[in-house]
């Protein structure tokens, strides 16, 4: 059961009535809104619905609570985006009243916290503590179970742009090598050159969502666990409609598994082929004798030659339909060969390479997560904390992505988190109003606000002047 003050009510966003209320000389409160450049993003997915709702469904261990969940998590999805980390400090994201108010909460608690049990003087609505209690009682399967069920649901509900082609990969976090074994769960890989690596393994399924990635679904475990041991379970448990489209790179390559996914699941396949692969040295052998090379359609200097059915045959999987030879030189002039296949019967290989295409951009916006939110970035040891910050970190991504789908960015530079940071720091000369009567509130730019003073009673005009002196004492 919530807590709360009992005069600190949960407030609706009505425009036109809290308007009105103003002009009849009704008005509780007004704050102005202290926006980060990050700030816009959250609020997207507040208006939105889901952010709010994916918050509040977290496995909360508490069995009463003065802070409601939604609150102590939405500065952890601030931090994630903004590249802060410290779990302490987390509640000095939480600093704009419009963001408190979209939450469902009067802009107080920004100042007066949620309860009155401090005894010091208040700087925080709440202290960073908090959540570190709160995870504490948190089991590590619980927080997976909470982003593979409720998150899953929420994005396949409020992605506009779905397009039921997905994308299974894997990524490494890594540790300091003389603090892994502090590390729970934290393990140790060596790669063919002998490079020695200490951390974590992070298998994830992304659905490409108008050209950007949302991911769905995760699983963890020690860095030396094999991508597709992991992607074997983790599509398992997946919920993906029939006719799903899934693109893998090479390693994930099991003739057996992905004949069970074309014929048990219904869910087609395009990936690229190992070089020293039978289907590969037949297509070059093949390529070489017909002489029939095209040129590539999006990339210079490289051809293309398309693979036919009966070419695509192989013992240990007989369910790839469609295929294509790319040819290339390497920076050190050696020549590359990749093929391309398909289990989708009659698509063209042009079509299988702007397919696998997408893989490229979405892996240009994973490397911006692991750049801009500082994904490796792991200030505790203990595995429920590396899972939450992992997980909350992805959640930031989701809803960046989604963001910027509602702003229409198409291309690479537009996705850049950094650059939108740099191109909102310098866009707030019109802050934002927030006024409050009763239960209800509503927004205004700083100008607009103005017009309205000027047609109010004296006796409302006053009332304004109090408050102002109030917020600026």
Same mark, same amino acid.
């Given at each position: 059961?919530?807590?709360?003050?009992?005069?600190?009510?949960?407030?609706?966003?009505?425009?036109?009535?809290?308007?009105?209320?103003?002009?009849?000389?009704?008005?509780?409160?007004?704050?102005?809104?202290?926006?980060?450049?990050? +700030?816009?993003?959250?609020?997207?997915?507040?208006?939105?619905n889901f952010l709010k709702d994916g918050l509040k469904s977290f496995p909360d261990p508490r069995k009463?609570?003065?802070?409601?969940?939604? %609150?102590?998590?939405?500065?952890?999805?601030?931090?994630?985006?903004?590249d802060e980390h410290s779990l302490l400090l987390a509640p000095y994201m939480l600093n704009s009243a419009?963001?408190?108010?979209?939450?469902?909460?009067?802009?107080?608690?920004?100042?007066?916290?949620?309860?009155?049990?401090?005894?010091?003087?208040?700087?925080?609505?709440?202290?960073?503590?908090?959540?570190?209690?709160?995870?504490?009682?948190?089991?590590? +399967?619980?927080?997976?179970?909470?982003?593979?069920?409720?998150?899953?649901?929420?994005?396949?509900?409020? %992605?506009?742009?779905?397009?039921?082609?997905?994308?299974?990969?894997?990524?490494?976090?890594?540790?300091?090598?003389?603090? $892994?074994?502090?590390?729970?769960?934290?393990?140790? !890989?060596?790669?063919?050159?002998?490079?020695?690596?200490?951390?974590?393994?992070?298998? =994830?399924?992304?659905?490409?969502?108008?050209?950007?990635? !949302?991911?769905?679904?995760?699983?963890?475990?020690?860095?030396?666990?094999?991508?597709?041991?992991?992607?074997?379970?983790?599509?398992?448990?997946?919920?993906?409609?029939?006719?799903?489209?899934?693109?893998?790179?090479?390693?994930?390559?099991?003739?057996? =598994?992905?004949?069970?996914?074309?014929? +048990?699941?219904?869910?087609?396949?395009?990936?690229?082929?190992?070089?020293?692969?039978?289907?590969?040295?037949?297509?070059?052998?093949?390529?070489?004798?017909?002489?029939?090379?095209?040129?590539?359609?999006?990339?210079?200097?490289?051809?293309?030659?398309?693979?036919?059915?009966?070419?695509?045959? =192989?013992?240990?999987?007989?369910?790839?339909?469609?295929?294509?030879?790319?040819?290339?030189?390497?920076?050190?002039?050696?020549?590359?060969?990749?093929?391309?296949?398909?289990?989708?019967?009659?698509?063209?290989?042009?079509?299988?390479?702007?397919?696998?295409?997408?893989?490229?951009?979405?892996?240009?916006?994973?490397?911006?997560?692991?750049?801009?939110?500082?994904?490796?970035?792991?200030?505790?040891?203990?595995?429920?904390?590396?899972?939450?910050?992992?997980?909350?970190?992805?959640? %930031? $991504?989701?809803?960046?992505?989604?963001?910027?789908?509602?702003?229409?960015?198409?291309?690479?530079?537009? $996705?850049?988190?950094?650059?939108?940071?740099?191109?909102?720091?310098?866009?707030?000369?019109?802050?934002?109003?927030?006024?409050?009567?009763?239960?209800? $509130?509503?927004?205004?730019?700083?100008?607009?606000?103005?017009?309205?003073?000027?047609?109010?009673?004296?006796?409302?005009?006053?009332?304004l002047r109090k408050i102002f002196k109030e917020l600026t004492s």
């Open positions: 059961m919530i807590n709360l003050f009992p005069d600190l009510p949960i407030i609706r966003h009505k425009q036109k009535e809290t308007i009105a209320n103003l002009k009849a000389g009704e008005i509780d409160d007004l704050r102005v809104s202290n926006k980060l450049p990050i +700030d816009d993003i959250v609020k997207y997915g507040l208006q939105e009463t609570f003065d802070i409601p969940i939604e %609150a102590l998590l939405l500065p952890q999805v601030l931090q994630r985006l903004n419009e963001l408190m108010t979209e939450l469902g909460y009067s802009a107080r608690v920004l100042e007066e916290g949620f309860n009155n049990k401090n005894t010091y003087e208040r700087v925080t609505p709440f202290h960073g503590e908090t959540l570190k209690h709160v995870l504490l009682s948190t089991k590590v +399967d619980q927080l997976f179970n909470w982003f593979n069920t409720d998150w899953n649901q929420l994005m396949k509900l409020n %992605a506009p742009g779905r397009t039921r082609q997905y994308i299974i990969d894997g990524t490494e976090i890594h540790v300091p090598k003389h603090l $892994y074994k502090k590390y729970d769960g934290a393990g140790v !890989v060596t790669n063919n050159e002998g490079e020695v690596r200490y951390g974590y393994k992070v298998v =994830w399924i992304q659905e490409i969502i108008d050209r950007k990635g !949302v991911i769905r679904s995760m699983t963890m475990s020690p860095i030396q666990t094999h991508d597709l041991k992991l992607g074997k379970e983790l599509i398992a448990d997946f919920d993906f409609e029939e006719g799903a489209l899934l693109l893998m790179d090479r390693g994930f390559l099991d003739g057996e =598994w992905i004949t069970h996914l074309k014929y +048990d699941r219904k869910i087609d396949v395009c990936m690229p082929l190992k070089c020293n692969s039978e289907i590969t040295q037949f297509a070059i052998a093949q390529a070489e004798f017909d002489n029939k090379w095209q040129p590539h359609p999006t990339r210079e200097k490289q051809k293309i030659c398309e693979i036919k059915k009966s070419e695509l045959e =192989w013992s240990l999987c007989q369910s790839f339909n469609s295929g294509e030879l790319v040819r290339f030189t390497k920076k050190n002039s050696e020549e590359e060969n990749i093929v391309f296949v398909d289990t989708r019967a009659g698509i063209s290989g042009k079509n299988i390479l702007a397919t696998y295409d997408q893989r490229t951009e979405i892996e240009e916006s994973h490397r911006q997560m692991k750049c801009f939110q500082g994904l490796e970035k792991l200030p505790s040891k203990k595995l429920v904390h590396v899972v939450f910050r992992i997980i909350m970190g992805t959640i %930031a $991504y989701n809803l960046f992505n989604l963001f910027l789908n509602s702003e229409k960015c198409s291309t690479l530079e537009d $996705y850049t988190l950094k650059t939108h940071r740099q191109r909102r720091r310098s866009s707030e000369r019109n802050p934002e109003i927030i006024i409050y009567t009763g239960d209800t $509130y509503a927004i205004l730019n700083n100008l607009d606000f103005r017009d309205i003073i000027l047609t109010l009673k004296k006796s409302t005009q006053m009332k």
